[in-house]
């Protein structure tokens, strides 16, 4: 393992060979990777308020989520506020550099600690004043002698389990104190990731979006290319070949990647006649995330970004908030924040205008679909069969199929 963790994992080299995999189905006339079967799914697997609930529970609560990334929190006394999965959780980053997690609630009589998220040295909270430095410790009451003999070391915030790692930011969303061990969690993902840099991106623009769909629906159309071309014939479907991609699986992590329309016209020739590709891919991080990695396609020069859509379970079974983030790749050009921003704005629409109306609409139907109603996944829509596989095992009401 080299000493950043990306184990001497190249970029450049993964590009040009995900870009060979992309022209040579190109050159068989349009085919995509497949896998080896169908997956027959119940509607219930979106609709039973059981399954939900399990999935609040155990996956939503015991499995590490990205909260952010490392420049959200750059500076010591920077902190950010994650509340899409349950608790309202406040992540700070110390005098140390180290970021810390806790509940946002007071010691003293709960109430909220934080509700801006401007830099600070001190958490005061705003009923009492009761203080706490940025390591969680109870360093301040007023009227002390109020609270005599009350053990100040065990009425600091109530910690919730953190790691940062290469620029990525894990919570497990709930109190508790153990460690999150990220490159176990990654897998084999883990040096592709590494290997994104992420510790060098600079947040640009962030969105809530809510979806009147279960979290599943909404979080199947960021995991598959398949339905470019019907639900999205204007927007995002003329920049790429269509029906054409790419899959790889990571363990529980999976990626995708779809050609450029321009790929089309690199059937027949060497990589030497080609311009050197750049690295982009869809990554599916296990289980609410999708990591997308390129170059802005139709919205400035292809200028690099890193965006990230996360889909969380809602208010009941039949809602979803969906957040989106867009940030600069280290050594990324300032000068092209605005084009990013047009990118994030003209993405956050085509998601809310075009992929949630559609699961809004079918969200509808499967709730109210007849006894015995089956979605099917197809051979190319293997990243929908792996997750629901694993989300279906992790709270142990397997798929019936
Ligand atoms: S509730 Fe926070 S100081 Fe009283
Ligand atoms: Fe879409």
Known sequence: MSANGSAGFSLADEARRMRRRLIAHIEAGGTTDLVAGTLGVPASVYTDPARFAAEQHDIFGELPLLAGLSGDIARPGDLMLFDAA????????????????????????????????????????????????????????????????????????????????????????????????????????APLFAALDLAGATPVHADTLPVRANWKLALDSFCEPYHVPAAHPRTLAPALVPWVAIYDRFGIHQRYASPGAEVKDYAGKPDTELPEPYYQGVHSLFPNTTFTVGRLVGIGNREPFIAFYRIFPGDSVGEAVAHGSIYLPRGGDPATIPDLEKAHASIMQVVSGEDFVIAADSWKRLASAPPGYRLTFGRNEMLLQQNHRLIADLIGMPIVS
């Open 86 to 189: 349950g608790s309202e959780i406040l992540l700070v980053r110390g005098h140390d550099g180290t970021v810390r997690a806790f509940l946002n609630i007071c010691r003293h009589r709960g109430a909220r600690l934080v509700t801006h998220c401007e830099p600070r040295q001190r958490i005061s909270c705003p009923f009492h004043n009761w203080s706490y430095d940025l390591d969680g410790r109870l360093v301040g009451i007023p009227v002390g002698a109020a609270f005599e003999g009350l053990d100040r070391a065990a009425h600091g915030l109530l910690r919730v389990p953190v790691a940062e790692w290469h620029g990525m930011i894990f919570v497990i969303a709930r109190p508790g104190e153990e460690t999150i061990d990220v490159r176990e969690f990654l897998g084999p993902a």
